[in-house]
């Protein structure tokens, strides 16, 4: 399964690093991806990294705010918020799973298709 952490309140403009650990299979072998839930909405996909970590995706309103990184050292892949806007509140879950890019990227958020997928860790962004 995949564990989420660093999830927190934060006030809007502010930064958090979110983070995705694997237990009982490899991380590395996977593409993983974070998407987000808000109160009343659906799934929205917000990253995406590739198996070697060269290619990755971004919601358009993350791009220039957001990093996916992975980290295979630490068997961690991470997601690093910064200028966070109330918006971004929801919260965030890591999901595992294989395909051919960039197709896996679109598909790896939707409802019972990652393999493997977190309980979430919440972000609020709020003054």
């Known amino acids: 399964q995949l564990v989420e952490s660093g999830g927190g309140l934060v006030q809007p403009g502010g930064s958090l690093t979110l983070s995705c650990q694997a237990s009982?299979?490899?991380?590395?072998?996977?593409?993983i991806g974070w998407f987000r839930q808000a109160p009343g909405k659906g799934r929205e996909g917000v990253s995406c990294i590739s198996i070697s970590g060269l290619r990755t995706v971004y919601l358009d309103s993350a791009k220039g705010r957001f990093t996916i990184s992975r980290d295979a050292a630490q068997k961690t892949v991470y997601l690093q918020m910064n200028n966070l806007k109330r918006e971004d509140t929801g919260v965030y879950y890591c999901?595992?799973?294989?395909?051919?890019?960039?197709?896996?990227?679109?598909?790896?958020?939707?409802?019972?298709?990652?393999?493997?997928r977190g309980q979430g860790t919440q972000v609020t962004v709020s003054s």
């Open positions: 999901a595992a799973d294989l395909g051919l890019y960039p197709r896996i990227c679109e598909v790896i958020f939707e409802e019972g298709r990652p393999k493997y």
């Open positions: 009982g299979f490899t991380l590395d072998d996977y593409f």
